[in-house]
């Protein structure tokens, strides 16, 4: 029984990392290195004006 488990943890992991591999070349494709790398896209919003927004 613990064989069984063992095998199965090692399957899901491998599963995970080829999907996480995947993922990361189709997102090498789909954007470039100058866009992936700015902060443009991840500009944090003052938490106080953040929740004024979501309030109105």
Known sequence: MLTI???????VSAVLALWMAWDMF???????EDYL???AEGDIIDAEMAE???RT
């Open 5 to 11: 488990l063992n095998l199965g943890a090692w399957a």
């Open 26 to 32: 189709k997102t090498n494709r789909s954007y470039s």
């Open 37 to 39: 790398t700015s902060s």
């Open 52 to 54: 004024t927004a979501a």
